[in-house]
């Protein structure tokens, strides 16, 4: 119990985002690909993966990635880093924190044991299988 009371002050602490933000962040996710792009720049974190590597994994031509990119960025879900000719892209976990900061926020209303069945899932670690990039 106290490391969700930990999780959830960290949460609180963290990178404070409004309403439209979360929606924002939220939209660019409930898109099949740019989920499955989102879940392999966390798998790939912290070097990320060059933005051509992403487009050829997904089946998707170039431009069309460079569109999901842009939304996820914009999102604050994904940062672009350029490295000579090659542009890197990383998940912005400041991003995701925020989102899930407003998401768990209110949850429990002061009383951490309500949220406790929620967040312990999130401590524990990840014992996932891999899946495929794009699905």
């Known amino acids: 119990m106290q490391d969700v009371v930990a999780f959830a002050i960290y949460v609180d602490m963290s990178t404070n985002i409004d309403e439209l933000e979360a929606m924002e962040a939220l939209s660019a996710l409930a ?3 740019r989920m499955n792009v989102f879940r392999a720049l966390v798998r790939a974190h912290p070097e990320g993966i060059p933005a051509g590597e992403i487009a050829a994994a997904c089946g998707v031509p170039h431009n069309t990635m460079s569109s999901h990119l842009a939304i996820l960025s914009r999102a604050g879900l994904a940062k672009a880093e350029r490295q000579g000719r090659t542009i890197f892209y990383r998940a912005d976990l400041e991003g995701f924190r925020g989102l899930i900061g407003f998401l768990t926020r209110d949850c429990c209303g002061g009383r951490p044991e309500i949220c406790a069945p929620l967040l312990e899932p999130l401590l524990e670690s990840c ?3 891999p899946e495929a990039s794009c699905g």
């Open 31 to 33: 898109q099949g690909t």
């Open 127 to 129: 014992a996932c299988p």
